[in-house]
DNA sequence: TTGAAAGCGTTACCAG
DNA sequence: CTGGTAACGCTTTCAA
């Protein structure tokens, strides 16, 4: 059995109140009675039981994160600098995958809630925005990451995904790509957002727009690669092939070069493509592979940083929203000279 | 405030014990006050609370993960296919990263402990066991993945990398390299593992060794591509330049690449390289690597199962090992024909 | 500065 | 089949 404050009390010849303000930092308590607790906690190798403690304070200590999926290196660097953070300020993170399905998710998040997590942070495949009536209901507080909701008002951290859209989209026009094409992700924000970002920035340039050049809304699941690959065969079976193409993520734009190459064309003399996410190994691949950096790192740190915040407010302050800057990154499969 | 069970046994003027048992799927309640009880549940959208629930179980219904870090493909997949299998099971998963800092792991394990999870899944970068003697001490049940020790009794699931290690040096043998080197990982099990296998694979087919063809130990962190990339310079300013060279992991595989192809030489013409982990990406890199898939999804598994077996069994069972079948996957990074 | 009493919501033990 | 009583280990409130 596990000593408790009650033993150390005993021991001391004190009241378990008195140990317990000593443990919790209180200043109500002598110096001198300090020590001995402390001392005597030590000795006896004393730790807090955090359930009982949860019981009567409300509180558990942790937060729950929702992501599709880990083995997207996106939301594993979102998960570590997550966990890095919590655990530096004493909050354990539970992490949870509900692949890019709604329901699984809801099911998810009622667990979650359930247990009462302190606050949760959710990178949501979510199509409408049902699941958060239900969070604010329960009072729980909660960040979103990487998806957003136009009709809800959240606290948020992530990209500008039209920004990302349009960077990268310009980046193709500027080295000379006159037929750009578009492998659209799914019908999320950063889908949508990045859609419109490609959009905007081909009518701004007076850019033609042809039939077909963008694909239908597709997950952005592991297997986006093979979409990225099937859709860009389609691509290039156009009479007017793109010569220029943004996609999604970088797992689109990998499976986009793989089809490229396998038509005997070359990148990016024939066919330039960018992606989104700077995965670490983008230039290590056949075609180092240009890309948007969205500085995953620093996403988690906010997320945490909102988080935290959250969690030390008694009162429920206004939802915010962080907005983190991107960066293209150039590397050969979008590196020619204007043509 | 929420709903308690005492708000439904009020509601349905019937004892708290009764409503406990039936959320407990007890049988001895009559089914007519089973689904009374059911319905108010539901009506009144009544949740456990854990924390109570806990401090009189003791248990928290949730497992820890130590690994040292998410980045990595592996331990992304790990913790991935472990969070799916415990939440299917009712446990959330709560992760940490310690890189591969024994101190910061020892600190991790020991907050783990003192909230007393129900058991935990560790991917030590422990230098020695003295780390398990406490988590015996404390008696939580634990597992060990990847990593193992030879001097403790424990349970373990991962890969025999002895086995990895000769699978690779023989494929290398096979296709024709007759100096082979290798790129050694951390002093941990799979570091020494796969080392020994390349000794015992070199040593059984009476392959000449060379100075210099063992690197120096190296920690597995994010940063192993620059080791790779920094060892395989070395070995190739050797007088005898090896042609053939069995890298740790995938990163270090990929690094080593790139200072070959940066050297002017040939992979696997001039060298050939083999690593371990068979990331998803590999087939995608500048050379599609040749490695050996360790099954991870299949260790995570495992190690899921095996964690819920001691947390479901009131004894505390003898120490199981696990061993997960390996494969060789054979790309262009050693694709020849034999010299 | 100290501490006794009163819960927090649940389950275990036993009696009806 | 039902339910009262007593924990579980801690914090909060309030009085000494």
Same mark, same amino acid.
């Given at each position: 059995?596990?000593?408790?404050?009650?033993?150390?009390?005993?021991?001391?010849?004190?009241?378990?109140?008195?140990?317990?303000?000593?443990?919790?930092?209180?200043?109500?308590?002598?110096?001198?009675?300090?020590?001995?607790?402390?001392?005597?906690?030590?000795?006896?190798?004393?730790?807090?039981?955090?359930?009982?403690?949860?019981?009567?304070?409300?509180?558990?200590?942790?937060?729950?994160?929702?992501?599709?999926?880990?083995?997207?290196?996106?939301?594993?660097?979102?998960?570590?600098?997550?966990?890095?953070?919590?655990?530096?300020?004493?909050?354990?993170?539970?992490?949870?995958?509900?692949?890019?399905?709604?329901?699984?998710?809801?099911?998810?998040?009622?667990?979650?809630?359930?247990?009462?997590?302190?606050?949760?942070?959710?990178?949501?495949?979510?199509?409408?925005?049902?699941?958060?009536?239900?969070?604010?209901?329960?009072?729980?507080?909660?960040?979103?990451?990487?998806?957003?909701?136009?009709?809800?008002?959240?606290?948020?951290?992530?990209?500008?995904?039209?920004?990302?859209?349009?960077?990268?989209?310009?980046?193709?026009?500027? /080295?000379?790509?006159?037929?750009? *094409?578009? =492998? !659209?992700? %799914? #019908?999320?924000?950063?889908?949508? @957002?990045?859609? +419109?970002?490609?959009?905007?920035?081909?009518?701004?340039?007076?850019?033609?727009?042809?039939?077909?050049?963008?694909?239908?809304?597709?997950?952005?699941?592991?297997?986006?690669?093979?979409?990225?690959?099937?859709?860009?065969?389609?691509?290039?079976?156009?009479?007017?092939?793109?010569?220029?193409?943004?996609?999604?993520?970088?797992?689109?734009?990998?499976?986009? /070069?793989?089809?490229?190459?396998? *038509?005997? =064309? !070359?990148? %990016? #003399?024939?066919?330039?493509?960018? @992606?989104?996410? +700077?995965?670490?190994?983008?230039?290590?691949?056949?075609?180092?592979?240009?890309?948007?950096?969205?500085?995953?790192?620093?996403?988690?740190?906010?997320?945490?940083?909102?988080?935290?915040?959250?969690?030390?407010?008694?009162?429920?302050?206004?939802?915010?929203?962080?907005?983190?800057?991107?960066?293209?990154?150039?590397?050969?499969?979008?590196?020619?000279?204007?043509?």
């Amino acid at each position: 059995m596990p000593v408790t404050m009650k033993d150390i009390a005993r021991d001391l010849g004190i009241g378990v109140i008195t140990v317990s303000k000593v443990l919790r930092n209180k200043d109500d308590v002598s110096e001198k009675t300090r020590q001995r607790v402390l001392t005597r906690v030590k000795e006896v190798n004393y730790t807090p039981n955090f359930a009982a403690r949860s019981l009567v304070t409300g509180r558990t200590y942790l937060v729950g994160l929702v992501v599709p999926d880990l083995l997207h290196t996106f939301f594993a660097q979102i998960a570590n600098s997550l966990s890095e953070a919590l655990l530096r300020k004493g909050y354990g993170l539970v992490i949870s995958t509900a692949g890019e399905d709604p329901e699984l998710e809801m099911h998810t998040l009622d667990r979650f809630l359930a247990r009462r997590f302190d606050a949760l942070i959710i990178a949501s495949g979510a199509t409408n925005s049902t699941t958060f009536a239900r969070l604010r209901e329960a009072g729980t507080p909660f960040v979103l990451i990487d998806r957003r909701f136009p009709d809800i008002e959240a606290n948020y951290v992530g990209v500008d995904d039209e920004v990302v859209g349009a960077f990268a989209t310009k980046h193709l026009i500027e /080295i000379g790509c006159s037929r750009i *094409a578009h =492998l !659209r992700g %799914p #019908e999320t924000s950063p889908g949508r @957002g990045r859609l +419109n970002g490609y959009l905007n920035a081909m009518a701004e340039h007076k850019m033609k727009s042809f039939p077909g050049y963008v694909s239908a809304p597709k997950m952005a699941d592991v297997h986006s690669r093979e979409s990225g690959e099937e859709q860009m065969k389609k691509l290039l079976d156009l009479r007017q092939r793109p010569n220029g193409v943004f996609a999604y993520n970088d797992s689109m734009a990998i499976g986009a /070069i793989h089809a490229i190459l396998d *038509a005997g =064309l !070359r990148v %990016p #003399e024939d066919v330039a493509v960018i @992606g989104c996410g +700077n995965f670490h190994y983008d230039n290590e691949l056949r075609v180092p592979l240009s890309s948007i950096d969205q500085n995953t790192e620093q996403i988690g740190q906010c997320a945490a940083r909102l988080a935290l915040s959250l969690l030390e407010s008694k009162s429920r302050p206004r939802p915010k929203t962080v907005i983190i800057e991107t960066q293209l990154v150039i590397r050969a499969s979008t590196d020619r000279k204007r043509q």
